[in-house]
């Protein structure tokens, strides 16, 4: 079955610090990888995206991600995280569905804070 | 550049009433078109997807019901509210020709006391 796993619900960093939030997935075929986040009250925007090719990909914000097919991971990541930062973050894994376009299956999110 | 919009932004409605959120996407033609639910603390969970004018998909059975009259419109419509159809909604476009990205408007909170 294909899903999205997010391990944690809610991380807590010190403004500065490095970032990893996490994402496993089981798909079928060969996936397609994105990151998104979201803040309070507000849509989803799209930080990055993997398709093929460079297993790293660079994003928006600063962020960047690292496709490991052998984990079946798709970890984001950031250097130094600001408090502009604090959002949910969502995994989605998608591709062909039916021969009818796209369908994206989300994880649950990764709430992150960020202290001062 | 393309954009989407969603209105309203916000809605209560008492249970039993009806129920029509709109969707329209500017700059794009013939795009794939999806609603979203997302409930307080949780994921979001898709109702609904479109691959053109009057063709709809349902992914989870419920009072809700969905349309496309329009080629960049997507309508999300109830006869009667239930208490369960409270949360968060939101549209998205997906532009095919680019490996299926998604973008998502801004949302509408419905509240149905």
């Known amino acids: 079955a294909q899903s999205v796993t997010q391990p944690d619900i809610h991380i807590t960093v010190s403004e500065g610090a490095s970032l990893e939030l996490r994402c496993n997935y089981s798909?079928?075929?060969?996936?397609?990888l994105f990151w998104y986040v979201q803040s309070p009250g507000q849509g989803l925007q799209l930080l990055l995206k993997y398709f093929s090719g460079d297993t790293l990909v660079q994003g928006i914000k600063g962020f960047e991600a690292e496709f490991k097919r052998s984990q079946s991971s798709f970890n984001l990541r950031k250097p130094s995280v600001h408090w502009s930062d604090a959002a949910e973050y969502f995994c989605?894994?998608?591709?062909?569905?039916?021969?009818?376009?796209?369908?994206?299956?989300f994880g649950q999110g990764t709430e992150l804070s960020v202290k001062p | 550049s393309q954009t989407i919009h969603q209105w309203p932004a916000t809605l209560v409605q008492p249970v039993g009433s009806p129920l029509s959120l709109e969707c329209t996407v500017e700059g794009t033609s013939n795009p794939n078109l999806y609603w979203y639910r997302q409930a307080a603390g949780r994921g979001l969970q898709l109702l609904f997807y479109s691959v053109g004018i009057g063709q709809i998909s349902s992914e989870v059975p419920q009072n809700l019901s969905a349309s496309r009259p329009q080629d960049r419109q997507f309508i999300l419509s109830s006869k009667k509210l239930l208490l369960s159809d409270s949360g968060f909604y939101l549209c998205?476009?997906?532009?095919?020709?680019?490996?299926?990205?998604?973008?998502f408007g801004p949302g509408t909170r419905l509240t149905v006391t």
């Open positions: 998205a476009w997906e532009r095919t020709s680019l490996g299926y990205e998604q973008y």
């Open positions: 798909y079928g075929a060969t996936p397609y």
């Open positions: 989605a894994v998608g591709g062909p569905y039916y021969n009818q376009g796209g369908k994206l299956i």
